[in-house]
């Protein structure tokens, strides 16, 4: 068996298209998406993400501004800039780019963020709406990781889920996600006990933990859909998944690759946030 492969680009470019036109319908109406990311500090793999979101909105005709402030930029300065945002009625999502400098709260800069505007997904409104059911800004990354089981067919309900991680921001989420759909979802950490006794089970398997490989060919189910979210550069430079691919498309019936997976489908989930912020503001 050889694994069909999960082309997140190309399903990226098939979603936005279909966003592209409710862009291009609000702009009849004088309404133009905005977004505004800020990014705090000289992290280099945070400018790539950042830059890589600012490009994803220009191609679909969304209004986006980069704010870029200095690695000491103070808390209540922060604060300020998005209070400044949270009013602004050009701009409908705000986006800090994590991880902010470790003078910072995080957390408190989340929470700062109206919750009506938190296209991240990440205000506890947000989170408690998500694990009622009803989410307005699903979590990007396990949002884009559902949308690749849609887009190829993959059947949720009625399934046996295994998500390996347990962060707030992919594994919880993608817990919650996949068990609205109806499927059977055991959520494991990366120091789970017999953790392999769990994944050979898995119908779907979702991996999130940030740790280069750790997932092999001979813990997966034959069949299985395997859903790589880790992305971690080795000291050779390579970037590679949490999954150890060579051996696990031997295995699995579908599987995403590192990079061209879920990244791609990301950002096209903060891109379908944004705009369904804006149409929300026209629906009042």
């Known amino acids: 068996m050889t694994a069909r492969i999960i082309d997140g680009k190309a399903i990226a470019q098939e979603v936005r298209a279909e966003w592209k036109l409710r862009v291009d319908a609000l702009r009849t109406r004088g309404m133009r998406p905005g977004l505004v990311v800020i990014i705090v500090g000289e992290d280099a793999a945070s ?37 400044e945002l949270n009013t602004a009625s050009h701009i409908h999502g705000i986006l800090v780019q994590l991880p902010v400098p470790k003078h910072i709260d995080g957390n408190k800069i989340l929470e700062a963020i109206a919750p009506h505007k938190d296209v991240d997904g990440f205000h506890q409104t947000n989170v408690g709406a998500l694990v009622s059911g009803h989410s ?23 399934k046996h889920a295994v998500v390996v991680g347990r962060s707030n921001i992919v594994g919880k989420p993608m817990a919650l996600m996949l068990l609205h759909k109806n499927a059977t979802v055991t959520l494991c950490t990366s120091k789970t006990t017999g953790l392999a006794n769990h994944t050979r089970n898995a119908d779907i398997l979702v991996v999130a933990t940030g740790k280069p490989h750790m997932i092999t060919g001979d813990m997966i189910k034959p069949g ?22 060579e051996s696990a498309k031997k295995v699995a019936g579908w599987i995403t690759p590192v990079p061209g997976g879920v990244g791609p489908m990301t950002i096209t989930m903060l891109l379908a946030n944004t705009i369904q912020a804006a149409e929300r503001t026209l629906q009042g």
Do not use: H, Q
């Open 224 to 245: 299985a859909a395997v859903i790589d979210v880790g992305i971690n550069r080795l000291p050779n430079g390579k970037l590679v998944g949490d999954v150890e691919f």
């Open 47 to 83: 400018k790539v993400y950042v830059r890589n979101k600012v490009k994803a909105c220009a191609d679909l005709g969304i209004y986006s501004e980069l704010i870029e402030l200095p690695a000491d930029t103070s808390e209540d300065a922060l604060l300020a800039k998005i209070a």
């Open 136 to 158: 307005k800004f699903p979590p990007c990354t396990p949002s884009g990781a559902m949308k690749l089981l849609e887009k190829c067919g993959i059947a949720i309900e009625g």
